[in-house]
């Protein structure tokens, strides 16, 4: 159905969206936040992409030690334990963040300017915490870029995480607008549900360990939001694929808006 309301807010999630943050950063910071804490665990690329399977990074430990290190024995207080991993897990993000080794995707910056200069409102919706989207925004776009954003709807601000969506359904509320009026990002199949849920219209592109998932329902899934000298692929949607365009801008998320 098309869509009858005006397109007038873009929302992002943040890992393996704006930036490819899971394996050269995050897999890497609970990896040093391990050795820190003087356990033996790694998790390699093939194991982070099984881990991935749950969103959030306190869930995610917790997953880990059910599903695949079942002989760890863990302290009295759990939950205790596993905060504080990922409170140095995320001390150790920044840190790699602050040094500049994880870059936004292509055709994120550019897409971020375009949609502010055109009047469209911008929000974050992410499981990931407010301390790990300040320090991309920062790293990548300067001090001032979260001021881009109306709305940073991240980490805990609501119980249930993403493949709910709880989030989206918080960060309209905050927003003061309807899923008729925006558009949201995605890069995974928990995400995809999370915006579908929230009856918002959701563009897909995808990353290594998200290529193989099941999109169906996503208005468009590509390899990337692309650039002039850099065309995205068209990898699957409910949208036709037969349009003009070798990179995503505001003209063409408005004609896939109204689709």
């Known amino acids: ?108 910056e550019r897409l971020l300017d375009e949609a502010l200069s055109e009047g469209l409102r911008l929000a974050i919706v992410t499981t990931t915490t407010p301390e790990n989207v300040t320090a991309l925004l920062k790293s990548t776009l300067g001090r001032d870029a979260i001021k881009w954003f109306d709305v940073i709807a991240a980490g805990d601000i609501v119980p249930a995480k993403k493949p709910a969506p709880d989030i989206y359904i918080w960060a309209m509320a905050q927003m003061k607008i309807n899923p008729s009026e925006a558009m949201a990002f995605e890069d995974s199949r928990n995400g995809l549900k999370s915006a579908l849920d929230s009856r918002l219209k959701t563009l897909i592109t995808i990353n290594d360990y998200t290529a193989h998932e099941d999109f169906t329902g996503a208005a468009w899934v590509l390899d990337q939001l692309g650039e002039p000298l850099k065309p995205f692929k068209v990898l699957g949607g409910k949208v036709s694929s037969n349009v003009n365009a070798t990179y995503v801008d505001v003209s063409l998320l408005r004609y896939l808006h109204q689709a």
């Open 1 to 108: 159905m098309a869509s009858t309301a005006n397109l007038s807010a873009l929302l992002f999630d943040v890992d393996g969206t704006l930036a490819d943050t899971e394996k050269e950063g995050h897999r890497v910071a609970f990896n040093q936040a391990f050795s820190d804490a003087g356990l033996d665990w790694n998790w390699d690329e093939a194991l982070y992409g099984k881990l991935l399977k749950v969103t959030g990074g306190k869930e995610r430990i917790k997953f880990y030690l059910a599903e695949f290190n079942k002989q760890f024995r863990a302290p009295a207080d759990l939950d205790k334990f596993v905060k504080g991993l990922h409170l140095a897990k995320t001390d150790r993000y920044m840190q790699l963040m602050a040094e500049g080794k994880i870059p936004l995707r292509p055709g994120v």
